[in-house]
């Protein structure tokens, strides 16, 4: 095992740790192969899918996968029009199984996350039958204050990159608090304990996935 991988692993298992202190269900898993197999069996036959605008799930391959078996796959990426893209964000609101991942996880166990629009944050606390987020070790933080300004400094920037907003992050890689219509940085969440009525799984990865 490499000392990065060791590393990984320590806190990966931190996380879980604190995870499950929290009321979560929640694994660690070395490698991106693992955690698609084990995010993939989560799903039950002819289970309804969400997916809410993952990097991180659509790295692993889950979403082509669970397509492939035939499951209806709520997933306002794979759609075009603006009338399609808010049916699938209400899709994921109500589907059976729900994946997505966080924006930073704290070693206390608390998920952070910043959304434009609010549909991937609201459907991790309440609606779908299951939430399955897929966690990399990358977004590991030490503590909560840590966590966001990951999701405000890292992840908001760059997936902003990635969607070719027209925003000051895009340009200086930092946040500038700006103004812009096309701002992604709009619903900020802390999940602190598992929701009341949701089942929550947290599949956590030695490997760096995602923004």
């Known amino acids: 095992m490499s000392v ?13 740790k604190a995870l499950i202190k929290n009321g979560f269900d929640a694994i660690y ?33 889950i979403v082509d996968a669970l397509k492939a078996k035939g499951h209806i796959i709520y997933d306002h990426s794979l759609v075009d029009t603006p009338e399609e893209k808010i049916a699938a964000r209400k899709g994921q609101l109500t589907c059976d199984v729900f994946f997505a991942s966080t924006n930073a ?3 206390d166990g608390k998920l952070v996350n910043i959304d434009a629009t609010g549909n991937r944050v609201a459907s991790m606390i309440f609606g779908p039958g ?10 590991i933080t030490d503590d909560l204050n840590q966590a966001l300004l990951r999701a405000k400094q890292v992840a908001a920037p760059m997936n902003a990159i990635r969607l070719k907003q027209r925003t000051l992050c895009t340009i200086t890689g930092n946040c500038g608090e700006c103004s812009s219509e096309e701002r992604i940085c709009r619903v900020t969440t802390i999940i602190e304990h598992k929701p009341a009525l949701t089942p929550f799984t947290v599949i956590v990865v030695g490997e760096e996935i995602g923004f």
């Open 105 to 107: 996880l704290s070693l």
């Open 130 to 139: 299951h939430v399955v987020l897929v966690v990399g070790a990358n977004k």
């Open 4 to 16: 990065k991988s060791k590393f990984y692993e320590q806190r990966c298992q931190r996380a879980v």
């Open 29 to 61: 898993v070395p490698t991106r192969e693992e955690a698609a197999k084990r995010a993939i069996e989560l799903v039950p036959e002819k289970a309804s899918v969400g997916v809410g605008g993952s990097v991180t799930i659509h790295e692993l391959g």
